[in-house]
T-cell receptor, first 112, second 113 residues
């Protein structure tokens, strides 16, 4: 069955380190998204991509970057991790005429 | 995209219908109403969406008022596993197909045994 997987499920890193969170989908969806979720803020869009080599900034993109070299993967990189980036990160994918997004199970990132 | 308003929380007895309201009084003609839910610690899950007609699928029914200013998500026989935060989102579908979901705070539904 097609799926969307995120890795790792949990990660602890130190302030200032570069961190990459993986997102891999086998739905062959063109659209992919990264959200973060914090208490009191709900889900906020970080970056999104509508296809290979396409990337766009979302509401809270500062300190994050993405690249899309193939259809299946949209890795999220924190260039220099900060404590404010401690959060749960969700990846999602969809087709343009989709009945909805499919979300991954999330990555809980702690920056110490 | 139009702003939506939902009650912050609701309770429902197990086995009864759960009716979750959503107000979207400024919705425009090309905006769909989407419903998602998020069970604790999991990624959000798509439930249903509609434009102006009522919709039903295996998970729920969506009732949209004739003026489209409000809608109700109905879970016909709520179970404990339906306890979750439910998000109502108004979203324009461009036809080119690319769009981004914006989540509000949603309604925390608690199904009571």
């Amino acid at each position: 069955d097609a799926e969307i997987t995120q890795s790792p499920r949990h990660k602890i890193t130190e302030t200032g380190r570069q961190v990459t969170l993986a997102c891999h989908q086998t739905w062959n969806h063109n659209n992919m998204f990264w959200y973060r979720q914090d208490l009191g803020h709900g889900l906020r869009l970080i970056h999104y991509s509508y296809g290979v080599h396409d990337t766009n900034k979302g509401e809270v993109s500062d300190g994050y970057s993405v690249s899309r070299s193939n259809t299946e993967d949209l890795p999220l990189t924190l260039e220099s991790a900060a404590s404010s980036q401690t959060s749960v990160y969700f990846c999602a994918s969809s087709e343009p005429d989709t009945y909805g997004y499919t979300f991954g199970s999330g990555t809980r990132l702690t920056v110490v | 995209d139009a702003k939506t308003t939902q009650p912050p929380s609701m309770d429902c007895a197990e086995g009864r219908a759960a009716n979750l309201p959503c107000n979207h009084s400024t919705i425009s003609g090309n905006e769909y109403v989407y419903w998602y839910r998020q069970i604790h610690s999991q990624g959000p899950q798509y439930i249903i969406h509609g434009l102006k007609n009522n919709e039903t699928n295996e998970m729920a029914s969506l009732i949209i008022t004739e003026d489209r200013k409000s809608s109700t998500l109905i879970l016909p026989h709520a179970t404990l596993r339906d306890t979750a935060v439910y998000y109502c989102i108004a979203l324009a579908y461009s036809g080119a197909g690319s769009y981004q979901l914006t989540f509000g705070k949603g309604t925390k539904l608690s199904v009571i045994p």
